[in-house]
């Protein structure tokens, strides 16, 4: 069942990304101050593929290859806390070639993909064919899942990893995460308990890193998978939409050249709306979410489109927290 919420802030919504907190807060430390912030502790970088992993103060780690930027970080026994860091920092190092190898299939739908991360990110798009999907919109949540399945191990409790806003979590029993939601400007958080399916969280939207076929704010997806949120979270920002003279649009092409979006439009501008037009926009994404929710794709959605959200699925809102029930 979908309930809407009234934000009356006026102030314009930061970009659509989610971020943990509390005990586990984000990343604090820029990249190109990483030897600084790491005190020479595990900081390393491979000549053969330019990977670097930093341990941050809190103990986070710090990812970081090209466009990927990941920010990990364990809990348990102090052992096993540096084991499972220096696994996922491992595992990380070949992650850019691995899909390298593989971007041209990556960005066709439907193409046959060999490795173990381009497996992932197909097989959590497939679900959502035969609408336009490309494995490419799963590539975040899939990074997320390889690094945070290296760090897990005997003797940690629960773990995560964030890529740029789309989360893998791994809880032991009892455990639990919280994530705030940056698109509301932290006024909405996740909790994830070990008991719940979600064990991934993901946001879209045209304001937000990635391209967006639609003009939604942010969507934010808590499925079961890191991937699959994220390839949910593309498909149902794309559906909150909109036929408005004032929205511009340029194709993706035109704007990066290689993009798997090839010449279809996406958005780069959106006035501000009248009531009613946000409505049926967010009502085209609701309609999207519900029936991924219907299939057991998805365990819950926050679509947000100027300071109005819309909830759905087991995500219950209770003043400053959303919870997976």
Same mark, same amino acid.
């Given at each position: 069942m979908a309930r809407a919420v009234k934000d009356t802030r006026q102030k314009e919504q930061p970009r659509g990304r989610a971020r943990l907190c509390g005990p586990v807060s984000p990343l604090a430390v820029p990249a190109n101050r990483l030897a600084r912030a790491s005190g020479g502790s595990i900081f390393e970088r491979s000549k053969s593929v330019g990977a670097v992993a930093a341990l941050l103060p809190g103990g986070r780690l710090h990812l970081q290859h090209g466009p990927i930027d990941i920010v990990a970080e364990a809990f348990g026994e102090a052992s096993a806390v540096r084991e499972g860091c220096?696994?996922?920092?491992?595992r990380f190092a070949g992650v850019l070639d691995e899909l390298v190898a593989e971007l041209g299939a990556l960005r066709v739908a439907g193409a046959p993909v060999q490795g173990d991360i381009a497996r992932v990110m197909a097989a959590a798009v497939q679900p959502f064919a035969p609408r336009f999907i490309t494995p490419m919109a799963a590539?975040?949540?899939?990074?997320?899942?390889?690094?945070?399945?290296?760090?897990?191990?005997?003797?940690?409790?629960?773990?995560?990893?964030?890529?740029?806003?789309?989360?893998?979590?791994? =809880?032991?029993?009892?455990?639990? =995460?919280?994530?705030?939601?940056?698109?509301?400007?932290?006024?909405?958080?996740?909790?994830?308990?070990?008991?719940?399916?979600?064990?991934?969280?993901?946001?879209?939207?045209?304001?937000?890193?990635?391209?967006?076929?639609?003009?939604?704010?942010?969507?934010?997806?808590l499925?079961?998978?890191?991937?699959?949120?994220?390839?949910?979270?593309?498909?149902?920002?794309?559906?909150?939409?909109?036929?408005?003279?004032?929205?511009?649009?340029?194709?993706?092409?035109?704007?990066?050249?290689?993009?798997?979006?090839?010449?279809?439009?996406?958005?780069?501008?959106?006035?501000?709306?009248?009531?009613?037009?946000?409505?049926?926009?967010?009502?085209?994404?609701?309609?999207?979410?519900?029936?991924?929710?219907?299939?057991?794709?998805?365990?819950?959605?926050? =679509?947000? =489109?100027?300071?109005?959200?819309v909830l759905t699925g087991t995500i219950r809102l209770d003043a400053n927290e959303v919870t997976d029930d």
């Open positions: 220096a696994r996922a920092a491992a590539v975040a949540g899939a990074v997320a899942e390889a690094v945070l399945a290296a760090m897990t191990g005997q003797g940690i409790t629960r773990a995560y990893a964030n890529n740029g806003g789309d989360i893998a979590l791994w =809880l032991g029993p009892g455990e639990s =995460l919280t994530c705030a939601l940056a698109a509301s400007g932290g006024q909405h958080r996740a909790t994830i308990r070990s008991g719940d399916v979600s064990r991934g969280i993901a946001t879209s939207g045209w304001r937000g890193r990635s391209f967006s076929l639609g003009i939604a704010d942010a969507v934010t997806v499925a079961p998978t890191a991937a699959i949120a994220d390839a949910a979270a593309t498909m149902i920002a794309n559906a909150v939409d909109l036929d408005h003279p004032g929205i511009l649009r340029r194709p993706a092409c035109d704007l990066k050249p290689d993009s798997d979006l090839d010449d279809r439009l996406v958005t780069v501008a959106v006035p501000k709306l009248e009531a009613a037009d946000r409505r049926a926009a967010l009502g085209l994404g609701l309609q999207a979410a519900e029936d991924f929710l219907a299939r057991g794709l998805i365990a819950g959605a926050a =679509l947000l =489109l100027q300071g109005e959200t």
